[in-house]
């Protein structure tokens, strides 16, 4: 029988808490300040709810992430999703640490040009790129990721109209043992329909073809299926170099990397059960880096890292309108956010903390949002002390996709702030006003008078 290899033991902080016969035990403890900026001043200027984001959190991640991958990889190159909270401070923070801009849409495109981004250093994934969008993206030599057929041929009728070569690469998806499988985007590399896609690239003087991408899903546990991912684009590079002589200059990753938020149906809360930065790049270089490139044909690796990066450095402040009991006897708690403000809701169990001083008694209730809708349930079952009307709570690990998922329905949508790296509060987005939704509205004349 073969020897096992030997794996190092490890021990893993558990944040679930002791356990008794009734459960995990939950312990509660106020969240008063967030940074050094107190909660109750930040609503107290800027309004409830409000979200806050930590400067100090976003730096941190990122330095985490990029110390995991380069400590175990000579070439990395992070580019943040945009998608993920495209708030402009927040992008800039992650600029600022080095981190080049992805972006899957002309709008996006466009704000990290406006945020200063060189477009030799925009990375520009997604279906739906319209022509202008591709054409500003070849003027300033930005790289383009191929997502189909129809894309593909509608890139090089522009680049013959152009007379330009841009530097491309390809969206591939592929079986990496996750179910359902994400192929949807990109050529398929089981059924040969990325090599397909290769060939014609290489048969046209039109496109540069530099690169290869994956994401191969969101919020993975699963740090194998990275390594099945990056062994597939491997071998595609490799055989492109045998075919064509030419070394393919970096490879994708995506992203996908999970934060510790807990999904709902978990029985452990998401610390507990989430993969570390590290694992996820232990299995990604490892692949890449035995896979037989030589030294200097090791491509350069790069990651759209976003919810991993982010989640935990958003909060949102908010305040009780009321408490109730519900016909079938259960406690109800109306905070003034819902899921207009937090569209996580619809699958996170987001931690919910007061944030004042607060009795010993605690019970099982329905947390609900203000919205005249029965589906504005921000946490279905949760175990919180009797908070009052007037009450203050911070809701933790929000800063991802929220702030850009967020809808205007019913109530406007809040003031944003950043606590710096002093403890210092800023305003990075406002609250919106009745006019600024106005002003996109046409009245046609015939309608502008009416009598009651």
């Not at 985007?185 to 059924?191: A, I, L, P, T, V």
């Not at 232990?282 to 990651?303: K, V």
């Not at 946490?379 to 002390?385: D, G, K, Q």
């Amino acid at each position: 029988m073969e020897k096992l290899k030997y794996e190092r033991p490890s021990i893993k902080q558990l944040n679930a808490g002791l356990m008794n016969k009734f459960g995990l035990k939950t312990e509660y403890n106020p969240v008063t300040h967030i940074d050094g900026a107190p909660v109750k001043q930040i609503i107290a200027d800027y309004g409830s709810p409000v979200f806050v984001m930590s400067e100090r959190q976003i730096r941190k991640n990122y330095q985490n992430a990029l110390r995991a991958f380069k400590t175990r990889y000579p070439k990395v190159q992070f580019a943040w999703s945009y998608k993920t909270n495209y708030l402009s401070a927040v992008c800039n923070v992650f600029h600022q640490e080095g981190s080049w801009a992805e972006v899957v849409s002309g709008f996006e495109y466009n704000k990290a040009l406006n945020n200063g981004v060189p477009g030799n250093k925009i990375i520009f994934n997604g279906p739906d790129k319209r022509e202008e969008d591709i054409r500003l993206a070849i003027e300033n030599d930005s790289l383009i990721h191929i997502d189909h057929f129809d894309e593909l041929y509608f890139l090089i009728e522009i680049c013959e109209k152009l007379d330009r070569k841009p530097r491309v690469a390809i969206r591939v998806n592929m079986d990496t043992g996750i179910y359902p499988m994400w192929d949807r985007f990109g050529f398929n590399y089981e059924s040969g329909q990325a090599w397909n896609a290769i060939n014609k690239i290489m048969s046209t003087d039109r496109l540069e073809l530099v690169g290869l991408h994956s994401h191969i899903g969101t919020f993975m546990l699963s740090t194998s299926a990275y390594a099945v991912a990056a062994a597939k684009l491997c071998d595609l590079a490799y055989h492109f170099k045998l075919k064509y002589n030419q070394n393919i200059q970096y490879l994708d990753l995506g992203g996908g990397f999970p934060s510790t938020n807990t999904l709902k149906g978990s029985f452990l809360p998401g610390a507990d059960t989430v993969p570390s930065i590290d694992e996820f790049a232990e299995a990604i270089t490892t692949t890449i880096l035995n896979y037989g490139f030589r030294q200097d044909e090791l491509p350069l690796l790069m990651l759209e890292t976003g919810r991993a990066m982010v989640d935990d450095a958003g909060y949102l402040l908010g305040t009780v309108l009321a408490t109730k009991r519900l016909s079938d006897g259960r406690r109800a708690t109306i905070m003034d956010f819902g899921v207009n403000l937090m569209f996580t809701s619809f699958w996170y169990d987001h931690k919910i903390s007061p944030a004042q001083e607060f009795s010993h008694h605690t019970e099982d209730m329905v947390v609900y949002g203000p919205l005249c809708m029965n589906i504005d349930v921000v946490r279905e079952s949760v175990s919180l002390p009797l908070l009052q009307r007037g009450d203050n709570v911070v809701v933790h690990k929000v800063g991802a996709y929220n702030m850009t998922q967020w809808m205007q329905f019913i109530s406007m949508r809040p003031n944003v702030v950043m606590v710096d790296m002093n403890d210092k509060v800023h305003l990075i987005r406002r609250a919106e006003k009745l006019e600024d939704l106005q002003m996109m509205e046409v009245m046609p004349e015939y309608l502008e008078k009416h009598e009651l």
